[in-house]
């Protein structure tokens, strides 16, 4: 019933810099939070930035003041604009969403996209 359609990605030197998309499609009904995780092989998948239905943005100690996140509300879709990258960016970025459906009234349920890789090497 919801998709999300990742964009962006690739391989870029470091101190480049790379912007990820990602648009949630489907019978929604509000989206409680939408932002990145990203897991690097051999570890962990971790939050790397989120946007909070009040407003709020979150951000990975790692990477503040590299990367913003913003969305557009009307076509529900979020943006990781990712400068400066380093070597440990090296990851696979999954789009995630916690999302209500028209269908099912208040209860939340998290989405995941299929995840783009990013990879920051010279």
């Known amino acids: 019933q919801v998709q999300l359609v990742e964009s962006g990605g690739g391989l870029v030197q470091p101190g480049g810099s790379l912007r990820l998309s990602c648009a949630a499609s489907g019978s929604i009904f509000s989206i409680d939070r939408m932002g990145w995780f990203r897991q690097a092989p051999g570890k962990e998948r971790e939050l790397v930035a989120a946007w909070i239905r009040d407003g709020t943005t979150n951000y990975a100690d790692s990477v503040k003041g590299r990367f913003t996140i913003s969305r557009d509300n009307a076509k529900n879709t979020v943006y990781l604009q990712m400068n400066n990258l380093k070597p440990e960016d090296t990851a696979v970025y999954y789009c995630?969403?916690?999302?209500?459906?028209?269908?099912?009234?208040?209860?939340?349920?998290?989405?995941w996209g299929q995840g783009t890789q990013v990879s920051v090497s010279s």
């Open positions: 995630n969403a916690r999302l209500s459906l028209i269908s099912t009234g208040p209860r939340l349920y998290d989405v």
